[in-house]
């Protein structure tokens, strides 16, 4: 299993970006799916992006498509989500989630997922 470590949340104004980036300990990332959760206040966490061992498959959900990009550096065990064009919708805590997986499976169920961060705050201000 991997531990993993968010950071890079802040507070932000409506069009502003960010990128938070997380970081793995443990063995053999590259044998890992990576996701991207996030869970506004009363609501149920959500998908948000994922990326596959080699990084050639990154499914979005469709509130972010063209707004947020995922990355993952296997050399130095991290995956980013790089988000543009922030919206006031976009508030939630966000997680870093990790399975290991087959070369292309990209799960998009939380369920899926057997490693979690401890979340970071996304604020958005309108």
């Known amino acids: 299993q991997l531990q993993l470590a968010e950071s890079g949340g802040g507070l932000v104004q409506a069009g502003d970006s960010l990128r938070l980036s997380c970081a793995a300990s443990g063995r053999n990332f590259n044998y890992y799916t990576l996701g991207w959760f996030r869970q506004a206040p009363g609501k149920e966490r959500e998908f948000v992006a994922a990326?596959?061992?080699?990084?050639?498959?990154?499914p979005y959900t469709d509130s972010v498509k063209g707004r947020f990009t995922i990355s993952r550096d296997n050399a130095r065990s991290t995956v980013a989500l790089q988000m543009n064009n922030l919206k006031p919708e976009d508030t939630a805590v966000y997680y870093c989630a990790a399975r290991r997986t087959i070369m292309t499976h990209t799960p998009t169920r939380d369920d899926e997922y057997t490693s979690w961060g401890q979340g970071t705050q996304v604020t958005v201000s309108s």
């Open positions: 990326i596959s061992r080699s990084g050639g498959n990154t």
